[in-house]
């Protein structure tokens, strides 16, 4: 057997082949087989194994997507290494539009789980016995909750070189340098010694065109940067990248009706009003101002808010502002999606609208 041959379950899959491979999981209360489905591209060459995790939460989508476009890519031929790509890793959370488990578990606070635990332990245990613990590196697929959607961002322990290294190569305006939460993947990750990155963008049960395609190339720039891939003789957008030691959320002063003044993305100075909450008639209101310079990540969509209710994520930076604003407006340019009537219709590629 060739070296880098790749085991995962009851499976080898050598160097050169592309396999789809079930991961078997609990039957579902209908006695129904549930699987995790699992694409295995083993390349040629000996290299990195990087896992692409998407749907830990099941009703984050972008991820998904974003899968199945990265495995279209015709560059995959030229892997180094192999790629192990899981779209849903909570199957059952996926097919309930659910961010949890049946039991309501996060399988993301269930790691490292147990082969003989709850159905959490256990997606938990097999995930991280059979794709973390076979991987040299990962990317994990997230987006927002219900109702609130965060700009592309990555959140990641900038204290590891390599998560350095491969966040910077990510390419996108907003790095979190982030602590890690207990029982998450992302933990286990650490503690098995493989970097990795949290990618975030969207909201849940919508898809994002921006996010997924920001998704997309990120994932291809880190796979380029640890030399799974070929180099691109000219990089394009090398800037250095701009990280965020410190975040605040504005909470909402009182109970009642918003209307939110400000987009994701939005460059907001000490003092500017982001919304306004008002009681049903509009006798009284409220505002909601930024206490600090920031640009927006993260917000709600849902008008209607609690009394202490998270309304608006601010990403503070140590960067000069102006040129906080001037990547984030480069890099939305980039991967918004065009309308352009007179470019062919590729189903597999059109833009998500
Ligand atoms: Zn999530």
Same mark, same amino acid.
């Not at 990089?235 to 410190?246: A, D, V």
């Not at 062919?344 to 059109?350: G, Q, R, S, V, Y």
């Given at each position: 057997?060739?070296?880098?041959?790749?085991t995962?379950?009851?499976?080898?899959?050598k160097?050169?082949?592309?396999?789809?491979i079930? %991961?078997?999981?609990?039957a579902?209360?209908?006695?129904? *087989?549930?699987?995790?489905?699992?694409?295995?591209?083993? @390349?040629?060459?000996?290299?990195?194994?990087? $896992?692409?995790?998407?749907?830990i939460?099941? #009703?984050?989508?972008?991820?998904?997507?974003?899968?199945?476009?990265?495995?279209?890519?015709?560059?995959?031929?030229?892997?180094?290494g192999?790629?192990?790509?899981?779209?849903?890793?909570?199957?059952?959370? $996926?097919l309930?539009?659910?961010?949890?488990l049946?039991?309501?578990? #996060?399988?993301?606070?269930?790691f490292?789980?147990?082969?003989?635990?709850?159905?959490?332990?256990?997606?938990?245990?097999?995930?991280?016995?059979?794709?973390?613990?076979?991987?040299?590196?990962?990317i994990?697929l997230?987006t927002?909750?219900?109702?609130?959607?965060?700009?592309?961002?990555?959140?990641? =322990? %900038?204290?590891?070189e390599?998560?350095?290294?491969?966040?910077?190569? $990510? =390419?996108?305006?907003?790095?979190? =340098?982030?602590?890690?939460? #207990?029982?998450?993947?992302?933990?286990?990750? #650490?503690?098995?010694g493989?970097?990795?990155?949290?990618?975030?963008?969207?909201?849940?049960?919508?898809?994002?065109?921006?996010?997924?395609?920001?998704?997309?190339?990120?994932?291809?720039?880190?796979?380029?940067?640890?030399n799974?891939?070929?180099?691109?003789?000219?990089?394009?957008?090398?800037?250095?990248p701009?990280?965020?030691?410190?975040?605040?959320w504005?909470?909402?002063?009182?109970? @009642?009706?918003?209307?939110?003044?400000?987009?994701? @993305?939005?460059?907001?100075?000490?003092?500017? &009003?982001?919304?306004?909450?008002?009681d049903p008639?509009?006798t009284?209101?409220y505002?909601v101002?930024?206490?600090e310079? @920031?640009? &927006?990540?993260?917000?709600?969509?849902?008008? %209607?808010?609690?009394?202490?209710?998270?309304?608006?994520?601010?990403?503070?930076y140590?960067?000069?502002?102006?040129?906080?604003?001037?990547?984030?407006?480069?890099?939305?340019?980039?991967?918004?999606p065009e309308?352009?009537?007179d470019?062919?219709? *590729?189903?597999?590629?059109?833009?998500?609208?």
């Amino acid at each position: 057997m060739a070296s880098h041959a790749i085991t995962i379950g009851d499976f080898t899959i050598k160097p050169g082949e592309h396999r789809t491979i079930e %991961l078997p999981l609990a039957a579902m209360v209908t006695h129904n *087989d549930v699987e995790m489905t699992v694409h295995v591209v083993c @390349g040629k060459k000996p290299g990195p194994v990087l $896992f692409v995790a998407a749907a830990i939460h099941g #009703d984050e989508l972008n991820g998904v997507e974003v899968i199945r476009r990265l495995l279209q890519q015709k560059q995959l031929n030229r892997l180094n290494g192999t790629l192990i790509a899981i779209p849903i890793v909570n199957v059952y959370g $996926f097919l309930n539009n659910s961010r949890y488990l049946p039991d309501g578990r #996060d399988l993301n606070r269930s790691f490292p789980g147990s082969s003989k635990g709850s159905l959490a332990a256990r997606i938990a245990h097999t995930f991280l016995n059979e794709i973390v613990r076979k991987s040299t590196h990962g990317i994990d697929l997230h987006t927002g909750a219900r109702h609130r959607a965060n700009l592309p961002q990555l959140r990641a =322990d %900038l204290s590891n070189e390599e998560v350095q290294r491969m966040a910077g190569a $990510f =390419d996108v305006p907003v790095i979190i =340098d982030s602590k890690i939460r #207990d029982g998450s993947l992302r933990e286990m990750c #650490d503690e098995a010694g493989i970097p990795v990155l949290l990618y975030e963008a969207g909201e849940a049960l919508r898809f994002d065109e921006l996010s997924i395609r920001a998704g997309v190339r990120g994932i291809i720039n880190v796979m380029r940067e640890i030399n799974m891939l070929p180099h691109k003789r000219h990089r394009l957008h090398n800037k250095k990248p701009l990280i965020s030691r410190n975040t605040t959320w504005l909470r909402a002063p009182h109970s @009642g009706v918003l209307r939110a003044l400000v987009p994701l @993305g939005a460059h907001v100075k000490t003092g500017d &009003v982001l919304g306004i909450i008002a009681d049903p008639l509009g006798t009284s209101e409220y505002r909601v101002t930024a206490e600090e310079e @920031g640009i &927006v990540i993260g917000r709600t969509y849902m008008p %209607l808010v609690h009394e202490g209710e998270a309304l608006f994520h601010l990403a503070h930076y140590e960067a000069k502002s102006e040129k906080v604003y001037s990547q984030l407006e480069a890099f939305q340019e980039r991967y918004e999606p065009e309308l352009n009537p007179d470019a062919p219709f *590729d189903p597999h590629n059109a833009p998500i609208l």
